[in-house]
């Protein structure tokens, strides 16, 4: 398998949190950060995913925090395409609570709301 699709694969692990959360942010942190290239992209399917799976109690906010800091500071990650600056700011106020607002039921249905879902 090539480095790329190891890469690629990685990425798709964490933004779909296909594994545990502590094996995705594991395998991408031994990976590059920088790209000039989006490898992969995060959909608001892949959101309401993850926001469903929290409202289940599935995920911790925690979790969503430690998720959102890993795919936001991420250069290969890009923005389903229409919705780029909506899935950026979720990323960001997910992965800053103590600067937007404490993850909670009502942040994750108002999310749910703005990206179409829920």
């Known amino acids: 398998m090539s480095e790329t699709r190891r ?10 949190l296909r594994s545990s959360l502590d094996a ?3 395998a991408v942190r031994g990976l ?18 993850l926001l469903q799976r929290y409202l289940r109690g599935e995920l ?3 979790d969503l925090e430690r998720w959102a800091d890993a795919v936001e500071s991420r250069e290969d990650i890009g923005s389903e395409h229409g919705y780029e600056e909506l899935l950026r700011a979720f990323v960001f106020e997910t ?4 600067l937007a607002e404490p993850i909670s ?4 249905r108002r999310w749910l709301e703005r990206l179409g879902g829920g």
């Open 7 to 16: 890469r690629r694969d990685a990425l798709i692990d964490l933004i779909e």
């Open 24 to 26: 995705a942010i594991a």
């Open 32 to 49: 590059p950060w920088d790209s000039d290239v989006d490898l992969v992209f995060l959909t608001r399917a892949n959101v309401d995913v």
């Open 95 to 98: 992965a800053n609570p103590v």
């Open 105 to 108: 039921d009502g942040f994750a």
């Open 60 to 62: 911790s906010a925690a």
